[in-house]
Nanobody, 122 residues
Framework: EVQLVESGGGLVQAGGSLRLSCAAS????????IGWFRQAPGKEREGISC????????HYADSVKGRFTISSDHAKNTVYLQMNSLKPEDTAVYYC???????????????WGQGTQVTVSS
């Protein structure tokens, strides 16, 4: 059974940091790309970053470039999203997803986690 489990969300003040984790199981980790998405209240889900587990290439949306860093621990089948310099507009439910190729488009992803809430206070 494919499982993606996010953790690490919480409440943080603006300017602070959080590290999200996405623990994957039930599929060959190195064959997939992992993407991070977020959905704020009343807004569409947005792809913000992704990593290819075959070659560790990465991609970031402009909204998070320079503040967020994605990384992959192949030994633990876990992908991390280090989020620094957080802003109130980063408040959202954050999801990880697994797909066949590197993309920030939802349509590229086959499996999804349940999400973790990140709240940034001003």
């Amino acid at each position: 059974e494919v499982q993606l489990v996010e953790s690490g969300g919480g409440l943080v003040q603006a300017g602070g940091s959080l590290r999200l984790s996405c623990a994957a199981s039930g599929f060959t980790f190195d064959d997939y790309a992992i993407g991070w998405f977020r959905q704020a209240p009343g807004k569409e889900r947005e792809g913000i970053s992704c990593v290819s587990n075959s070659d560790d290439s990465t991609h970031y949306a402009d909204s998070v470039k320079g503040r967020f860093t994605i990384s992959s621990d192949h030994a633990k089948n876990t992908v991390y999203l280090q989020m620094n310099s957080l802003k109130p507009e980063d408040t959202a439910v954050y999801y990880c997803a697994a797909g066949s190729f590197l993309s920030v488009l939802e349509s590229a992803y086959d499996y999804w986690g349940q999400g973790t809430q990140v709240t940034v206070s001003s």
